[in-house]
C-alpha cells in the first residue's frame, strides 16, 4: 500500500550557497485552468466523451495549475516561519470542478487543524471566485515537503507544487554546497484526460501516460520535446531534494554514472547513507547529495515508473544533467544495475532515534490493525470494513459543532477517535499502497521487511505498506488535536475509498484549534453553489 563536521572554510561556504529565504513567506496563490502541453500533447479537446465539434467550456479539459506552471511556484521559508498563502480560486472550467482546497503535505499544522486544507476533513472546498488564506506556523520542522489539491482527484490534473522549509542551523549544512530552486527534482505521472473521466464504474484505476522530471517529459510514440535539465558545476556537491508528486506510481530514482548519499526522508533528518538508486512511493520526499565529480558530459537523470510505460527509450521518464561545458545534447550514457540500492531499514534518524513506547510488538498505549480489502460488490476499497465516503459537513466542523465521540461523527465507522499524548501503534498488513498521515511517525517494522526496530528506525510521513507478506507498523504520539487524515497516497485509491480519520482529543479540538471567519464562510459559500458553479467532479 499508499510515511561530522568540516573545517569551518568548508562549513561557511556551505551556508553561503544555501537558498534560505530572506522574505517572510506570503504568496497569493492563483489557481487556474490553462493549456499545457509538458509531453508534447495538448489535452484540450481531446477526451473521446464529449463531442469535439462543438465550441463549448464542456469540452476543453485544460490542466488546473498553481500559478499557471507545472509544477506550481515553490513555496519556501524559514524554520520557525509563519506562512501566509491565499488561495484564490480562479478555476472557470465546466468540464472539470471549479472548486478546491489545497493541502501542506508534511506539515504538521499544531493548532491550525482548520488551515491543513483536506476537503470533507478539516474545510469544505474554496468556491470558485472565492480565496482562502492558509495561515499557519512551522516552529519545529525543517525539510523537503509540497502541496497539492485535495478534493477529489484534482491534483492529477496538474495541482501540485514543492514546499520547502530551509534550516539556517541545517546539521548537514557541511555535506553539500548548493541548496536552492534548481536543486528541486519534482516527478510525477501525467494523464492525457482528466482525472475524473478516468476513474469509475466498470473502470480500473488508469495508468499514466508520461513521467514528467521538473514538468516536462516524453510519452511512448510521442513527439522528441525538450527535457528538464538539472545543470552542475564539476567539482561542486549538490543536494538535490527529490519529490514525488504522483497520484498513482513509485519510481525507481538514479542518475548514471553518480552515487548519492541520503540526509533526509520526509522532513526528517537521517543519518547519511550511501546509495546508487531509490525507490520512492507516491508522496515520499528525499534529499540526497551528489557530488559533481564525473567527466564533463550529459548524463540522464531516471525515474523509471512501476506502472503505466516503463523504460527508457527515446528519452522517456528521464531528465538530463548538464555538467557546465557539456554540449547541449541528449546523453548517450548507459545505465549500470544498481549494487547499493536504498533500503528503508537502513535509514536511521539523525537525532531522537528511538521509537515511542515498548520495545516489542503492541508495546504502546492503543494498537490498531488496519487491513484493507476490496469490495467487489461497489468496487470500493475498504479499511476495517469501512470505505470513506466525503462527508457533506467536514469532521473538524462537526467535532466544533459539539459532536464528542467517533460514534457520532460522519463517516461512520471511517473515523478513528484517539486519546491525546498516548503512544500510538498502527500495523497495516501490505497491500502494495503508500499511506500518509498527520504525523511524523517511527517506521517499527517496513511493509518489505519482517523484522522490528524499536531502537531507530527511520521516522517519516508516508510510508508503503509491502506486498501481501508485508506488515508495515509505525508509532506515534498523539500531540496534536484535531480530525487528521489517514489514507492511500495512490490518488485513485483514496477517490475509491481507501482512507480513515484519526480524531485525535476530541474534547480538546475546539480550543486547541481556534478558527477564523473566514474559514466558517466556506462552508456556507460552498453549500450555495448550483451546478453549473461546482462543475464536473
Not at 127 to 133: D, I, P, Q, R
Not at 350 to 376: E, M, Q, S
Not at 378 to 391: C, H, I, L
Amino acid at each position: 500500500m499508499l510515511l561530522s563536521r568540516r573545517f569551518l572554510s568548508l562549513y561557511t561556504l556551505s551556508v553561503l550557497a544555501t537558498a534560505y529565504a530572506a522574505d517572510p513567506p506570503v504568496k497569493n496563490l492563483q489557481i487556474v485552468n490553462r493549456d499545457i502541453a509538458p509531453d508534447g500533447f495538448n489535452r484540450s479537446y481531446a477526451s473521446p466523451l464529449f463531442n469535439h465539434n462543438v465550441d463549448s467550456d464542456l469540452n476543453d479539459f485544460r490542466a488546473v495549475l498553481a500559478g499557471a506552471t507545472f509544477p506550481g511556484p515553490v513555496i519556501s521559508g524559514n524554520k520557525g516561519d509563519r506562512f501566509q498563502l491565499n488561495v484564490v480560486n480562479g478555476l472557470t472550467n465546466g468540464a472539470m470542478a471549479k472548486s478546491t482546497s489545497i493541502h501542506w503535505h508534511g506539515i504538521f499544522q499544531k493548532g491550525t487543524n482548520y488551515a491543513d486544507g483536506a476537503a470533507s476533513v478539516t474545510q469544505c472546498p474554496i468556491a470558485t471566485g472565492n480565496s482562502f488564506l492558509y495561515d499557519f506556523k512551522v516552529p519545529d520542522q525543517a525539510g523537503t515537503f509540497w502541496y497539492h489539491s485535495h478534493l477529489s482527484t484534482q491534483y492529477c490534473d496538474g495541482l501540485r507544487g514543492a514546499f520547502v522549509v530551509y534550516d539556517p542551523k541545517d546539521p548537514h549544512a557541511s555535506l553539500y554546497d548548493v541548496d536552492d530552486e534548481t536543486t528541486i527534482i519534482t516527478l510525477a505521472d501525467w494523464y492525457h484526460a482528466p482525472a475524473h473521466t478516468l476513474l469509475g464504474p466498470g473502470k480500473v484505476p488508469p495508468e499514466s501516460i508520461a513521467t514528467l522530471i521538473n514538468g516536462l517529459g516524453r510519452y511512448l510514440k510521442g513527439p522528441t520535446v525538450p527535457l528538464s535539465v538539472i545543470n552542475v558545476k564539476r567539482g561542486q556537491r549538490y543536494r538535490f531534494r527529490i519529490i514525488a508528486m504522483s497520484c498513482d506510481p513509485a519510481f525507481t530514482f538514479s542518475i548514471d554514472n553518480h552515487v548519492f548519499t541520503v540526509i533526509e526522508a520526509d522532513g526528517e533528518n537521517t543519518e547519511p547513507l550511501k546509495v546508487d538508486s531509490l525507490d520512492i512511493y507516491a508522496g515520499q520526499r528525499y534529499s540526497v547529495v551528489m557530488a559533481a565529480d564525473q567527466p564533463v558530459n550529459n548524463y540522464w537523470i531516471r525515474a523509471n515508473p512501476n506502472r503505466g510505460s516503463p523504460g527508457f527509450d527515446g528519452g522517456r521518464n528521464s531528465a538530463i544533467l548538464r555538467y557546465a561545458g557539456a554540449p547541449e545534447r541528449d546523453p548517450t550514457t548507459t545505465q549500470t544495475s544498481s549494487t547499493k540500492p536504498l533500503k528503508e531499514v537502513n535509514l536511521h534518524p539523525l537525532i531522537k532515534p528511538a521509537a515511542p513506547g515498548l520495545a516489542r510488538p503492541g508495546g504502546a498505549d492503543v494498537n490498531l490493525n488496519i487491513v484493507t480489502t476490496v469490495n467487489f460488490t461497489s468496487s470500493k476499497y475498504e479499511m476495517n470494513g469501512a470505505s470513506f465516503t466525503p462527508p457533506s459537513v467536514p469532521v473538524l466542523l462537526q467535532i466544533l459543532s459539539g459532536t464528542k465521540s467517533a460514534q457520532d461523527l460522519l463517516p461512520k465507522g471511517s473515523v478513528y477517535e484517539l486519546p491525546p499524548n498516548k503512544v500510538i501503534e498502527i500495523s497495516l498488513p501490505g497491500t502494495a499502497e503508500n499511506l500518509g498521515g498527520p504525523h511524523a511517525f517511527s517506521v517499527v517494522r517496513s511493509g518489505d521487511s519482517k523484522t522490528y526496530n524499536y531502537r531507530n528506525p527511520v521516522k517519516r510521513d508516508t510510508v508503503n505498506t509491502g506486498l501481501a507478506d508485508g506488515n508495515a507498523t509505525i508509532r506515534f504520539v498523539t500531540d496534536n488535536a484535531g480530525p487528521w487524515f489517514l489514507h492511500c497516497h495512490i490518488d485513485w485509491h483514496l477517490e475509491l475509498g481507501l482512507a480513515v480519520v484519526f480524531a485525535e482529543d476530541i474534547p480538546n479540538t475546539a480550543t486547541k484549534n481556534p478558527v477564523p471567519q473566514a474559514w466558517k464562510d466556506l462552508c456556507p459559500k460552498y453549500n450555495s453553489l448550483t451546478p453549473e458553479q461546482i462543475g464536473s467532479e
